[in-house]
């Protein structure tokens, strides 16, 4: 099994910059993949960035490109979503995910191992 807590959320005015962090345990070898994923009120939870290995690949949605940024440390057991250009949209409760298994994955029940959440809100 592998555990996976999220810190980092918060309230922060739209255009500002918050990062997300994301500590694994237990069997974390095992993990070939970690994800973060968001829910808002009312909506499905969608996927935000995607990293396999020691973070030379990795996949953004097409709504946050160019301004979140995805890494992950192998050695430490983290990962992390940094996030910049905060818009009002992106306010949700934000997951970590993580799988076995290294191709790239886009929805949610393909993952193992989640997170708590962690809040954000994006004030306009």
């Known amino acids: 099994q592998v555990q996976l807590v999220e810190f980092g959320g918060g309230l922060v005015q739209a255009g500002g910059s918050l990062r997300l962090s994301c500590a694994a345990s237990g069997r974390t070898f095992s993990i070939d993949a970690m994800a973060w994923f968001r829910q808002a009120p009312g909506k499905e939870r969608e996927f935000v960035a995607w990293i396999k290995g020691r973070g030379g690949t990795t996949y953004y949605a097409d709504s946050v490109k160019g301004r979140f940024t995805i890494s992950r440390d192998i050695a430490k057991n983290t990962a992390a979503l940094q996030m910049n250009s905060l818009k009002p949209e992106d306010t949700a409760v934000y997951y970590c995910?993580?799988?076995?298994?290294?191709?790239?994955?886009?929805?949610?029940?393909?993952?193992?191992?989640w997170g708590q959440g962690t809040q954000v809100t994006v004030s306009s």
């Open positions: 995910a993580a799988r076995v298994g290294s191709s790239l994955a886009l929805l949610a029940t393909l993952y193992d191992y």
